[in-house]
């Protein structure tokens, strides 16, 4: 009767101040690992460092075709990787958190470096790839490591650009997303606009808003809004319209008057559907961030990439993507987790 | 406990036909009920009778075509605290927990501030302290639907209107959660209106069982249970009770005339 309650009730108190013994049976069970899979570990703990010393080998092997500076910039790349790997191999003995973590993503790191292995065999090994458009990813550390300052700051910059116009977008996108939902005489007038308006990209208005706007950071700040609007709106709306009459009905038997209904009961029983709408407007965001960017504004991310092309540095047109691979990533991941933290009373969710 | 009356006059009620939206089809007609303050009315009928219409239109979530509905001889005009519902399906609202879907009905009217203490109470009287911060996904169909009760009664309603509230419950829980309503209402002399199709359920907990004929529903008959509190469900008064209903809604419809040979 009570089974799903009893079960996590348990999982609570294990972690909270059980035995290390208990937590890590826990932590192994929930990567669905058996405890003979647990007693081969010896060998397997290997396997990262052997890997990380064999990158380092064929790097070393493979050094006299670098230039000296990235050669060696790229052997403390791959030492620290090897430290790392035997620091945390001796660590995992004591540490159950982490050996359960490396036991998850052993094989990801393996194939990892073995990847960079062979970018490395085919670029500065047998130079299979022309130059300057493949370099070698020793070129791309230490493109990354010359132009750091220049890097971070263009990191910042779309970081501020990104946020101001997905907020605003966001906020836009809910309010009228939940008049549309809710009124009818704006359900009438907005679904048309939103209709016609909505499916337009947003970088389509380019043109447009550099004759409108006074700044280019501006015009980019609302384009980035737009983009994030249409689909905000249009699932807020189609949640809010699909709640389930009952709710509503239960919650007018309790006395609710229209705002107890928009806000307790429509909004929050529209919030799945919500998230959907953030994490599709959060994608078109980033779209939009770097066209804009590369086109109008003077700074950023988007900025950098085009600039670095411009001077066929594509060491650098690397070390951009690796930067906003990590950086768009991250803000995926902490949407992914307020989603967590907003819907922990929805049951079989879909985790990042 | 404050308890209200209910009259309803010749009330009718008709929908659009699903197929023609020109022709409406009458779900109601005529029907006349009084309750007296502190009574437990069951509503039986076939399926598709009107009985859960009669219920909305009670709620004030509905609104009659025709004849008029009295609480306390005021005429019904919308929704109100004063008139629980409880529906078949619980309908708790998933994203709050236990505890906060029991105050919802004092949240929703403002008064979680003054009255916030008796929420401990409600669900005291519900069984479910140990419960209060979970959520609805954890909880079984019996616990739901003691939440939902919770969740009605916080508001003392004067009226509490049950639709098939136990109806998807096994048989077991089902007869423990009817002991738990009576216990309610002997405590709180609510009046109540119950829709079932479960005929042992209305004469084991009903004053008076209201029997509907098919659509358009009609009043068929009243039939007063006058079997002594607790009522033994195998006594030959319950059974023939049971017997006298069953062959009334057998017959109930096109062959009417054998019912009173």
């Known amino acids: ?352 | 406990m404050v308890a209200s009356s209910l009259r309803l006059r010749d009330v009718g009620k008709s929908f659009p036909a699903p197929d023609q939206a020109l022709t409406r089809r009458p779900v109601l007609e005529t029907i006349s009920i009084s309750l007296e303050a502190g009574e437990l009315v069951s509503l039986v009928g076939p399926s598709g009778c009107g009985k859960s219409t009669l219920l909305r239109l009670i709620a004030g979530l509905d609104f009659p075509d025709s004849g008029e509905l009295l609480v306390d001889e005021e005429p019904i005009s919308g929704p109100s605290a004063e008139r629980g519902l409880v529906f078949q399906d619980p309908n708790l609202f998933p994203w709050l927990t236990v505890r906060r879907n029991i105050e919802a009905g004092l949240a929703a009217r403002g008064l979680l501030q003054q009255k916030g203490s008796e929420v401990k109470e409600f669900m005291r009287l519900v069984a479910l302290e140990a419960f209060a911060d979970v959520y609805p996904h954890h909880l079984s169909g019996g616990m739901a639907q003691r939440v939902a009760l919770a969740r009605a009664l916080i508001n003392h309603p004067k009226v509490l209107l049950l639709d098939e509230p136990l109806g998807a419950l096994d048989a077991f829980t089902r007869m423990r959660m009817q002991d738990e309503v009576l216990r309610l209402w002997q405590n709180r002399r609510t009046t109540m209106l119950l829709v079932t199709h479960d005929i042992d359920e209305a004469i084991y907990m009903s004053d008076r069982i209201i029997i509907l004929t098919q659509r358009p529903g009609t009043i068929e008959q009243i039939i007063p249970i006058a079997l002594d509190r607790p009522r033994d469900r195998s006594s030959s008064g319950f059974l023939s009770l049971r017997s006298e209903i069953l062959e009334l809604l057998h017959f109930a419809g096109n062959r009417r005339s054998r019912v009173t040979a």
Request: charged residues 10%; contains cysteine.
């Open chain 1, 1 to 352: 009767m009570l089974q799903g309650q009893k079960n996590s009730r348990q999982s609570q108190v294990t972690v909270g101040g059980m035995p290390t013994d208990y937590v890590r049976a826990d932590s192994a069970e929930r990567y669905g690992l058996s405890a003979q899979e647990r007693k081969h570990s010896t060998a397997a703990l290997l396997t990262v460092p052997v890997t990380a010393a064999v990158a380092l080998g064929i790097h070393l092997f493979v050094a006299k075709n670098e230039p000296p500076n990235e050669s060696r910039t790229y052997t403390i790349v791959l030492g620290s990787f090897f430290a790392g790997a035997i620091v945390a191999a001796i660590m995992q003995r004591w540490w159950p958190a982490l050996q359960t973590r490396m036991r998850r993503f052993r094989p990801l790191f393996t194939v990892g470096i073995l990847l960079l292995c062979v970018w490395e065999i085919i670029t500065s090994g047998f130079r299979m790839l022309p130059l300057p458009y493949f370099p070698s990813p020793a070129g791309v550390v230490q493109s990354m490591i010359n132009d750091r300052g220049l890097l971070f700051d263009s990191t910042w910059h779309s970081l501020v650009l990104l946020l101001s116009g997905y907020l605003l977008g966001v906020a836009a996108g809910l309010f009228t997303g939940v008049c549309i939902g809710w009124s009818s005489p704006a359900r009438y007038w907005g679904m048309p606009l939103l209709k016609v308006v909505g499916p337009i990209p947003a970088t389509a208005w380019i043109p447009l808003a550099m004759v409108i706007s006074p700044s280019a950071l501006i015009s980019a700040a609302a384009l980035i809004a737009l983009a994030v609007w249409f689909p905000v709106t249009m699932l807020t709306a189609s949640g809010i319209s699909n709640t389930r009459a009952s709710y509503l009905d239960v919650a007018r038997t309790l006395g609710a008057n229209a705002r107890y209904l928009v806000f307790r009961i429509a909004i929050p029983a529209a919030l799945p559907s919500i998230f959907v709408g953030l994490f599709m407007g959060l994608g078109a965001s980033f779209l939009t961030l770097v066209v804009a960017e590369s086109v109008g504004v003077k700074s950023g991310l988007g900025w950098y990439l085009s600039w670095a092309q411009g001077w066929a540095e594509y060491g650098k047109v690397y070390a951009a993507l690796v930067i906003m691979a990590v950086f768009f990533s991250t803000i995926m991941t902490l949407l992914f987790k307020l989603r967590d933290r907003v819907l922990v009373w929805q049951k079989g969710m879909i985790r990042w």
